[in-house]
């Protein structure tokens, strides 16, 4: 029992003339609340004190600007060595919520901003919620996110409130619902303008009508018999996504469903139980792993930068096109040239479509819209804070840009090459500052990968990758500094892999094998696949640049595939056939090579150590970062580096050694393994 006399640190609690308690959540020395274990024993005290005190009703609110709880301290996840400390972390959380929801008193819970994971869990815990009807606010469970699931009662008090399949969907997903969607799915009670929160709270509780069920249907299909129809329909929309072996929270989630149907102590005791063993396995601690890493990749932005606010693109392509379109959906103005308005007029018709399907209301739509015009004579590179090259892979073309551009920048403004395979040094050669070009280099689909390689020279003036590093943040990327060198860190480490599946698929291998067996590893996408996304031209062009650099093989298998303009995607026909934006695959027959999976993954993991070994990232976590976030790379191993030290160092490096001795060369384990072995 926590102490009941302690001061409060982390919680004010008062009541007012209307008999009326209030409850504050307010982390002492964090500007977000979680749910420490020192926050929830002050909670369990102070609930203690209310108990006595024995308020008409209890609202439950935070006192942080930016929301009301996040979830628990995922740090504390990191220091459970064994099941039973997990077991006793959640199940004393639980124990606290429990005793919140057995307050005599209606409670509810005001919440503005973000409740998710066990801030949810808290406000589910109230009997009411109110929640800010503005854009801010989101309600989640995405514990899944992390290879968890709900530990403070979440698996049990939202199929309650919801629905069991409502809530399925809640956990399964991760995905949060916005203030409307949160009223419609019955997560919350009522909406309230902002400035009104606590006033709305107040009433409600005064009011105290009865407490929200599970629509009619739900509760049926609860009852034991047909639980386990709704959950095999679960497990069939899950397995199109992640494989049970690879990620089984969302497994566990449906099984806890299933057998306790969100009812009784047993579910609760359920819960604590399974997220006990799904804390410790090796998918949840990369998957938290990769959480820390994408918060190091936000932190690398600053936060004393100055703000982007107009951005200048040149060359209206796939790439450039969109890159144009993301900054403007972001909130900037943005200008987009090109050689003539041919070849912006298509860039502006995909970015309207893309703002008028992404955009939440009609007006957000037109806003974006508005914000990105065709600037065919480059005008507005003069007023732009910063200005993006995105025009093709040729230097003496991107050098004849940059010897029109530079004389018309003003000082301070950014100028930027989206190169995926050249020297920043070459490019720079012939501006009269050099050190004013940095890389930003965005990947394709620019509205779905999350990362920016922020590549710097030799002569790259610091304030310009900080600056780089800022407005990658400012447009919501993760930024990855790298060392100017040939293929910078995702390409040169990408490519391997794309490498050796062609080399593979000129074997014989089909080419739906050799997909599969990436797919089985935790590939997001099959290499084939995915060399057709890039575009088959790209994968020449960038594999060209490698092969050159490192001496590596080139497969002969695009050559004729080129030769017939079959580029793949953006073509409709490469490896596969594309029909509405999906490759049409036969169906993987045949058993793969027993060494089918190590050929195409230790050839990236391989290239992560030679990486490191050039000194193109700073360490191995910010390597793995990139690789995860730039590649897709399964982030429930961790990333490359990650990946072959929960392997073995020395078993990756045989594994090599074995391999080069069967296929040459190239699979030659990097010196810099006996480095990162001791």
Not at 183 to 204: E, F, N, Q, T, Y
Not at 356 to 368: D, F, G, L, V
Not at 593 to 603: F, G, N, V
């Amino acid at each position: 029992m926590a102490d009941e006399h302690k001061p409060a640190t982390h919680w004010s609690w008062s009541i007012d003339a209307d008999g009326i308690g209030w409850l504050g959540a307010d982390r002492a020395g964090a500007s977000t609340n979680t749910l420490s274990r020192e926050v929830l024993e002050e909670l369990d005290a102070l609930l203690g004190t209310i108990e006595r005190a024995a308020p008409r009703a209890l609202v439950l609110f935070s006192a942080k600007k930016n929301g009301f709880v996040a979830g628990a301290d995922i740090s504390e996840f990191t220091k459970i060595t064994n099941a039973e400390q997990g077991y006793a972390l959640v199940r004393a959380g639980q124990t606290v919520f429990d005793r919140l929801e057995r307050l005599p008193c209606p409670t509810v819970a005001a919440i503005h901003g973000f409740a998710l994971g066990g801030g949810l869990e808290l406000a589910l815990a109230c009997r009411y919620r109110v929640a800010a009807d503005d854009e801010r606010t989101s309600l989640g469970l995405p514990e899944v996110q992390l290879g968890l699931h709900p530990g403070f009662g979440g698996t049990v008090r939202a199929p309650r409130l919801i629905g069991g399949r409502a809530a399925l969907d809640l956990m399964l997903t991760g995905r949060p619902l916005r203030a409307r969607r949160a009223l419609d799915s019955g997560l919350v009670d009522r909406l309230a303008p902002p400035d009104g929160l606590k006033a709305a709270a107040a009433a409600l509780a005064r009011e105290a009508p009865p407490r929200r069920r599970a629509p009619f249907l739900d509760r049926v299909l609860a009852l034991g018999p047909l639980r386990g129809i709704v959950a095999g329909q679960a497990r069939a929309q899950v397995a199109r996504r992640a494989r049970p072996e690879h990620y089984p929270a969302p497994y566990a989630i449906i099984d806890l469903w299933q057998r306790h149907g969100a009812a009784g102590a047993a579910a609760y005791e359920a819960e604590a139980r399974s997220f006990s063993t799904i804390c410790l396995s090796e998918a949840s601690r990369s998957l938290v792993r990769v959480f820390f890493l994408q918060d190091r990749l936000k932190g690398l932005g600053g936060k004393d930068a100055a703000r982007a606010e107009r951005v200048h693109v040149v060359g209206a392509g796939v790439m450039g096109g969109d890159i144009a379109a993301w900054c403007a959906e972001r909130g900037l103005t943005v200008t987009l040239q090109d050689r003539s308005l041919e070849y912006v007029t298509p860039a502006l018709e995909r970015a309207r479509a893309g703002f008028e399907k992404r955009a939440k209301t009609p007006a957000a739509a037109a806003a974006s819209v508005a914000r990105l015009t065709a600037d065919v004579p480059g005008q507005g590179a003069a007023a732009a804070d910063v200005v993006i090259e995105a025009i093709y892979e040729n230097v003496e073309a991107k050098q004849a840009l940059y010897a029109s551009l530079e004389p018309r920048l003003k000082p301070g403004a950014l100028l930027a090459t989206n190169t995926s395979s050249l020297m920043l040094e070459t490019l720079a050669a012939k501006l009269a500052d050099p050190r004013r070009l940095a890389g930003l280099h965005f990947f394709n689909p620019v509205a779905k990968m999350p990362l920016v390689e922020i590549i710097h020279g030799e002569s790259t003036d610091p304030a310009a990758v900080k600056a780089a590093l800022a407005f990658a943040r400012r447009i919501d990327k993760l930024p990855l500094p790298c060392r100017s060198a040939p293929g910078f860190v995702v390409n040169r480490i990408l490519f391997p892999y794309l490498t050796e599946a062609m080399l593979a698929a000129q074997e014989g291998v089909p080419l739906a094998v050799i997909d599969a067996a990436a797919l089985a590893f935790g590939m997001p996408q099959g290499p084939i696949e995915l060399a057709d996304t890039v575009g088959l031209d790209v994968a020449q062009h960038v594999g060209e640049v490698l092969s050159t650099a490192f001496g590596t093989p080139r497969p002969d298998i695009l050559a004729p595939l080129l030769a017939a303009k079959k580029l793949g995607r953006k073509s409709g026909e490469g490896f596969y056939v594309w029909r509405d934006g999906k490759p049409v695959k036969p169906a993987a027959t045949g058993a793969a090579p027993a060494d089918l999976e190590d050929r195409l993954i230790l050839p990236m993991v391989n290239e992560a150590a030679a990486c490191l070994r050039a000194g193109i990232v700073a360490d191995e976590d910010l390597l793995d970062a990139g690789v995860i976030f730039g590649t897709g790379f399964a982030p429930f191993r961790g990333g490359p580096i990650h990946y072959a030290r929960r392997r073995g160092i020395g078993e990756v490096v045989a594994r090599l050694e074995s391999l080069a001795g069967r296929y040459g060369p190239r699979f030659r384990p990097d010196p810099h393994w006996s480095t990162l072995r001791g």
